[in-house]
T-cell receptor
Framework: GAGVSQTPSNKVTEKGKYVELRCDPI?????LYWYRQSLGQGPEFLIY????????DSGLPNDRFFAVRPEGSVSTLKIQRTERGDSAVYLC??????????????FGPGTRLTVL | GENVEQHPSTLSVQEGDSAVIKCTYS??????FPWYKQELGKRPQLIID?????GEKKDQRIAVTLNKTAKHFSLHITETQPEDSAVYFC????????FGQGTRLTINP
């Protein structure tokens, strides 16, 4: 079946602009995760959804970052007033279920964000 | 919060030899320990994972061991092949994962 998809694959924007990054999880996966990966580093957790609600948003760096998942499927990561330091690959992952015991997370191809 | 340390940062081995990558974690609440392989410009791909109720798991040439008391886990790749060359990441957590810094593995033909 189809894997996790993300759009756009690349996004170039100017400092101060607003961007939206989209994630389509694997069909039927209830848990969705956003990570950020800078060059030469491991993915860094941002936020985790269980269904429609954000179960853990402790990784969001500041209030310029916000994510939604209104129908429990597609999610959008929104970044306001972008800064050059926001440049990174934004990865989305989904898993079949959350809960007490973690489930395998499958990653999307990522969106490469460049802030000029 | 959780902190994951991964060593070595780079590893070069001869084709056919074994490679070992080690990780330590800090949070005893972590119960899930996956390993991902990432090729340049590609998404992380799960290669093997282990849960805290198991001490060892093997899948063909790949094995992972977990020592909960010492809070460390290791990836073992035997009979390495050129296509094993990539960056490998360990991770630890329950729902959210904390990743190590990565190991760049190079297999020399």
């Amino acid at each position: 079946g189809a894997g996790v998809s993300q759009t756009p694959s690349n996004k170039v924007t100017e400092k101060g602009k607003y961007v939206e990054l989209r994630c389509d999880p694997i069909s039927g996966h209830t848990a969705l995760y956003w990570y950020r990966q800078s060059l030469g580093q491991g993915p860094e957790f941002l936020i985790y959804f269980q269904g429609t609600g954000a179960a853990d948003d402790s990784g969001l760096p500041n209030d310029r970052f916000f994510a939604v998942r209104p129908e429990g499927s597609v999610s959008t990561l929104k970044i306001q007033r972008t800064e050059r330091g926001d440049s990174a690959v934004y990865l989305c992952a989904s898993s079949l279920a959350g809960g007490g015991m973690a489930d395998t997370q499958y990653f999307g191809p990522g969106t490469r964000l460049t802030v000029l | 919060g959780e902190n994951v340390e991964q060593h070595p940062s780079t590893l070069s081995v001869q084709e056919g030899d074994s490679a070992v990558i080690k990780c330590t974690y800090s949070d005893s609440a972590s119960n899930y320990f996956p390993w991902y392989k990432q090729e340049l410009g590609k998404r992380p791909q799960l290669i093997i994972d282990i849960r805290s109720n198991v001490g060892e798991k093997k899948d063909q040439r790949i094995a992972v061991t977990l020592n909960k008391t010492a809070k460390h886990f290791s990836l073992h790749i035997t009979e390495t092949q050129p296509e094993d060359s990539a960056v490998y990441f360990c991770a630890a957590g329950a729902q959210k994962l904390v990743f190590g810094q990565g190991t760049r593995l190079t297999i020399n033909p």
